[in-house]
């Protein structure tokens, strides 16, 4: 994003904006950037908080009148940290002793549990970010169930199989969080990897690709699971 | 509160990895104009787009076009990283593109006007230099659109 603020800038535009790596922008020398301490993914810091996102463009646009630079300023709020009361998870997921079966009736039988949730979600938030596939959450779950036995090889079908990883845990996430108060992202990731039959069949995959002689299946499990999860635990699983 | 050196190890590595050498001397427009006369445009390097566009793939230098009457449950994300928060976007579409807060400072008279278009990219696994074709091309809609700001938005 530096990159692009850098080369904008020299067409004559002036930029300023959000860095969430301040050693990549400290580097990099773009022209203005605000640094904010805030997790990745969140570079406003609070959603659903308008004062809070106003109070980070204020900074970032005072940056407009500084007479020279590079400028790299850091925004003087923190987000707190969790409360200590943890939120609960509404969707009672099965514990892997008690869903035999294979990958496609343990991911069918979870469906079965997590799309009511996936509904209310989407009727509270108004929207939903799940479609990047292109294609119904029934045919994604069978996507995965497949190439976990059968790894898919060409370009087109791998992109197909990446989109649907992640509206299947799109679809999860906000069927988990479908209610207000509900659980902070790294609880929302622990459960997702660590609780459902799609985090096990997920690491299944990773398992399988990372183990694969085709360089190209090794290189795709790096975009299946975070790293603090591919290296996983398997004493942590619940 | 998430500072780098609070990241797990394996995500601080990984992000310090990464070559980033300076560009070379750092270009600088001098402020020109006041806030109520600008036309501001926003980027995103979160890989979102409309629903129906293409998604980015592995190491897409392209961006795609936002219309600037988009609205939150238009926009859908294919970032191909899997190392950040994505509940954030799915509460709230402005904690990662905040477009809704530039359409309040229109309103207010505290900005001149939003462009027509707004752009994203997908900031994962790039190399500087391979994002200059895709920018220098954009620089030129957004000046024919008379956009002469520019808010960038990483994820």
């Not at chain 1, 459960?191 to 069949?201: C, N, P």
């Not at chain 2, 970032?79 to 207010?108: A, T």
Request: hydrophobic fraction near 40%; glycine fraction near 6%.
């Amino acid at each position: 994003m530096s990159a692009i603020a850098w080369f904008l800038e020299t067409e004559g535009l002036q930029t300023t904006g959000i860095s969430l790596v301040r050693e990549h922008t400290a580097s990099l020398k773009p022209p203005r950037f605000l640094w904010t301490s805030f997790p990745l993914g969140r570079p406003l810091g609070k959603p659903n908080d308008a004062a809070f996102q106003h109070r980070v463009i204020d900074a970032a646009l005072d940056l407009l009148d500084r007479p020279e630079g590079p400028v790299l300023e850091d925004f003087p709020e923190d987000l707190p940290d969790p409360p200590d009361v943890q939120a609960v998870c509404p969707i009672h997921f099965a514990r892997p002793q008690a869903a035999p079966g294979s990958w496609q009736q343990r991911l069918t039988v979870e469906l079965s549990l997590t799309s009511p949730w996936y509904e209310l979600s989407r009727q509270r938030r108004g929207r939903t970010t799940f479609g990047v596939a292109k294609a119904p959450i029934e045919a994604l779950v069978a996507r995965l169930a497949h190439a976990i036995d059968q790894p898919p090889v060409e370009p087109a079908d791998l992109a197909a199989l990446k989109y649907a990883l992640e509206d299947l845990k799109t679809y999860y996430q906000e069927a988990i969080t479908a209610q207000p108060g509900h659980p902070d992202f790294r609880l929302l990731q622990q459960i997702v990897w660590r609780q459902t039959e799609l985090g096990r069949a997920m690491l299944a995959l990773y398992d399988r690709f990372a183990a694969h002689p085709d360089a190209r299946l090794r290189g795709f499990a790096r975009g299946i699971a975070p790293r603090g999860e591919s290296g996983h635990d398997p004493a942590q699983t619940t | 509160m998430v500072r780098l050196a609070d990241l797990p190890e394996h995500d601080r590595e990984h992000l310090l990895g990464k070559p980033m050498d300076p560009l070379g001397p750092t270009p600088f427009v001098a402020n020109q104009r006041p806030m109520g006369e600008r036309r501001l445009a926003l980027i995103t390097t979160a890989g979102l787009h409309h629903r129906d566009d293409d998604p980015f793939r592995l190491m897409d230098s392209s961006y795609r076009v936002i219309p600037g009457d988009s609205r939150g449950d238009e926009l859908v994300m294919s970032h191909s990283s899997v190392n950040f928060d994505r509940n954030g976007f799915q509460d709230d579409l402005n904690v990662v593109f905040p477009i809704d807060r530039f359409r309040e400072r229109v309103d207010r008279g505290q900005l001149g006007s939003l462009a027509d278009q707004h752009v994203s990219f997908m900031g994962s696994l790039l190399q500087p230099a391979m994002l200059e074709a895709s920018s220098r091309q954009l620089a030129g809609l957004l000046k024919q659109d008379g956009v002469d700001t520019v808010f960038l938005t990483p994820v």
